[in-house]
C-alpha cells in the first residue's frame, strides 16, 4: 500500500496518518523528518538539504525527491509506506511519480481530509501551550479546569503565534493556491478518495479505510 495523504493544516492527517500506518504496518513518511535524519547522517543529499535549510531557503524539489527515494527503497518500505506532507504541488507530484516509474513502481492510493476553513480555524485557534511543561489544551475540546492555567503544572497557557486566526488564514491561502490543485490531479489519475474530516477520528478511520477497500477494526473478523 503506496499512500499519498492530502488536507488542509489543522484537518488530522498527522492523526490519521499514525494509524493507517498501524493498520498496514507501514511507515508513515513525513518530509520534515526525512530531511532531517538526512541531515543528521550527513548523508550527499542530506548535506545538500543541509546548506538551503541553513541560508533558510526551501529545500529545491530534486533534493527532497533524492532523499525521499533514499528513504522508500529501505527495507522497512517494501509493503509500502504512506507519505505525509509530500507532494505540496503539482510540481513536486510531477517529479514524484516519475522518480517512482524510473523505480518500477506507483502510488496506489491519495486520500485527501477534506474539512472546511472555518472547521480548521476552530480546531487551530483553539489550541493553547503550556510555557512550563508544553502540555497543550483545547479552550473547546480539551480545556484545563482553569483558565489560562496549565491542569499539571500551574504555568501559563498561551496561544502559539501559528495558531492565531490571521496567521491560519494565511496557512489557509498558501495551501489552496499550491496543493489543493493537486486534488484535480490525482482524480485525475483515478487514485483519489476524498473522505469528510469532520467528526469523530474514529468514524473517519473507518471511512478511510472502507475508500481503501479495507474492513475497519470494528467489522467483524
Do not use: W
Request: glycine share 10%; aromatic share 4%; with cysteine.
Amino acid at each position: 500500500m503506496k499512500l499519498v495523504l492530502l488536507g488542509p493544516p489543522g484537518a488530522g492527517k498527522g492523526t490519521q496518518s499514525v494509524r493507517l500506518a498501524q493498520h498496514f504496518a507501514i511507515p508513515q513518511i513525513s518530509t520534515g523528518d526525512i530531511l532531517r535524519k538526512a541531515v543528521k547522517d550527513k548523508t550527499k543529499l542530506g548535506s545538500l538539504a543541509k546548506k538551503y535549510m541553513d541560508s533558510g531557503t526551501l529545500v529545491p524539489d530534486e533534493v527532497v525527491i533524492g532523499i525521499i527515494r533514499e528513504r522508500i527503497i529501505e527495507p522497512d518500505c517494501k509493503n509500502g509506506y504512506i507519505l505525509d506532507g509530500f507532494p505540496r504541488t503539482i510540481a513536486q507530484a510531477e517529479a514524484l511519480d516519475e522518480m517512482l516509474e524510473r523505480i518500477g513502481t506507483q502510488v496506489d492510493h491519495v486520500v485527501n481530509i477534506s474539512v472546511g476553513d472555518k472547521e480548521i480555524i476552530k480546531r487551530l485557534a483553539g489550541r493553547r501551550t503550556c510555557i512550563s511543561c508544553g502540555a497543550g489544551y483545547h479552550i473547546l475540546f480539551d480545556p484545563p479546569k482553569q483558565e489560562g492555567v496549565c491542569d499539571r503544572c500551574g504555568g501559563k497557557l498561551i496561544q502559539r503565534d501559528d495558531d492565531k486566526e490571521e496567521t491560519i488564514r494565511a496557512r489557509l491561502k498558501v495551501y489552496q493556491q499550491q496543493t489543493e490543485p493537486l486534488i484535480a490531479y490525482y482524480k485525475g489519475k483515478h487514485l483519489l478518495h476524498s473522505i469528510p474530516g469532520e467528526g469523530n477520528m474514529e468514524e473517519i478511520f473507518s471511512a478511510i479505510l472502507e475508500a481503501l477497500g479495507e474492513k475497519s477494526p470494528k467489522a467483524g473478523s
